[in-house]
């Protein structure tokens, strides 16, 4: 495998991208429009003026953590948009001619979907976790961010949660022939990072750097698993004769 | 340069391609021609290792199609314009080409050279920086012709290269695939045009799910129906009758002041009956070969095997 070819068709999709407002907007707006709508949660239910809530730690942790399930929304749909994309435009023959390896493809077409949407969610939680020190210090006299739980979500759970969208949207994304099927399928990969969510907010699962570790290396296990599963759905024969 | 031998596909009970052999020489332009459904795209696309075989044999050079090492050589040494174009459209020409040239690893001197040659060539130059999505069917097709030569390979495969083109757009594409014969290319090229497969192929072989009939334009043609060749005279007399009576292999008929011949190779032939009408007195006006068309022969065979 040549990790320049892929980087190759990693930049061509970034560059189709870019080139999407619609995609662009998504991966912007989305995550910045939550972490405003966070720290007014932050504002008026954790440290309001009267007084710091006492379960303000899950509260801060919960927040943080529903930018894990937004790095396992944001890069699905992109995926399976990149394959989708190539289906309706039929680019994949011309591709598939050429002597590039199904790995190639598909981590080129994985690296394009994970980069933006990854950044853009590390952005948005920097804001959000500046705006929490900024209006909960006063009230703690501490910085509760950065923390380890933060990071262990952020730079481990993060990243594994957008793999894990990016292989199961390639895995079902020969499964649909239009790009509101492949936005649809991609948009339900968040759903066991939502479930995980409820049960912290449940009080059934604690949000602390030992647990999310755990749940890293699960979600990293199954990633490798997805990987292979992946590529063994990407069958050139099938894309080529089955594909409408 | 492409060699088969018996080679077969089957997509469960279907036979899309059935026992084919044939083979193509380097330089030459080889036309599959055949009804829809007929196999075409399915030999295509298993000779440029897209798909594999069921059965038979196929060599592109000396590598064998269906060995997995073999295939990755096979692919750098090909170019193929497949039916659907598949271009991005959101990119533009320029990037288009850049992109595919990356893809096969052409440097990056060479290939700003061949995007802009190619480019030059087909007359899309001036739409470098347009994206390829705003273009026209014929312009489409021309940028995905250049895009299966940017690495300059040796073998180019073309299906159906000028469907759904205009008069205008289709002679420009066609005038490019003989252009492509003078730099030695070797090229595939499926099509159910038969005026096109006439004007630009050295050799066709009819398929029809199994291969029907292979040889050069006019061999197919007179392997159907009678060929005749018409000598117009001032007049025919019985000198002129005697002399080509006794060196013509065929039937002699006499027509007021044509004489008809009916040979089985009037191209072989023709020069001694011309000579001894001559040296019999005859006044030569005009000599003409009437034989049925490549589309006679076309929907005879593909008529025979349905029946």
Known sequence: MNLGTSLTIAAKELKVLLRKKSIISYIIFFPLLLSVLFSLVVKNSIAPSSGISSNYSLGLDSLTYFFVVLAAILPGSIAAYSIVGEKVEKSLEPLLATPTSDYEILLGKGIAAFVPPIFAVWGAASIFMAASDYLTYGLLSFNYFPNWTAGVMLFLLAPFAAIFSIELSVIASSKVSDVRGANQIGGLMFIPFMGVFLAGVEGLFAFNASNLLIFSGIVLIVDVALFFLSTATFRREEILTKWK | ?307
């Not at chain 2, 899309?16 to 330089?27: C, E, I, L, P």
């Open chain 2, 1 to 307: 340069m492409i060699e088969t031998e018996n080679l077969t596909r089957r997509f469960g009970e279907l036979v899309a391609v059935d026992t084919v052999t044939f083979r193509v020489n380097q330089g030459e332009i080889f036309g599959f021609l055949g009804p829809n459904g007929a196999g075409k795209t399915t030999t295509v696309r298993m000779l440029c290792c897209l798909i594999s075989k069921t059965s038979g044999q196929a060599r592109i050079a000396d590598y064998e199609i269906g060995n997995k090492s073999d295939s990755m050589k096979i692919r750098k040494m090909i170019g193929l314009v497949p039916d659907n174009v598949g271009l991005y459209d959101s990119l533009t020409a320029y990037e288009n080409l850049d992109y595919y040239g990356k893809l096969y690893k052409v440097p990056e001197t060479k290939r700003k050279e061949n995007v802009e040659r190619f480019l030059k060539l087909l007359g899309l130059w001036d739409k470098k920086d347009v994206l390829a999505g705003t273009f026209s069917k014929g312009m489409k097709q021309k940028l995905a012709i250049a895009r299966a030569l940017i690495h300059d390979p040796e073998i180019l495969f073309m299906d159906e290269p000028t469907a759904n083109l205009d008069p205008e757009s289709a002679k420009t594409v066609r005038e490019f695939i003989l252009s492509l014969k003078k730099e030695k290319k070797t090229i595939f090229l499926n099509t159910h045009n038969l005026d096109e497969a006439q004007r630009v192929c050295d050799r066709i072989g009819i398929l029809n799910t199994k291969l029907m009939a292979l040889g050069t334009p006019r061999e197919l043609e007179y392997s159907v129906g009678e060929r005749k060749t018409v000598i117009q005279m001032d007049e025919v007399n019985d000198a002129i009758l005697k002399a080509v009576a006794r060196i013509s292999p065929g039937k002699v008929t006499r027509d007021d002041s044509k004489i008809i011949f009916e040979l089985a190779n009037p191209d072989k032939e023709n020069p001694a009956i011309v000579r001894a009408v001559v040296e019999a007195g005859g006044n030569v006006q005009s000599v003409t070969i009437t034989a049925s068309s490549l589309e006679d022969a076309y929907l005879k065979l593909v008529r025979e095997q349905k029946e």
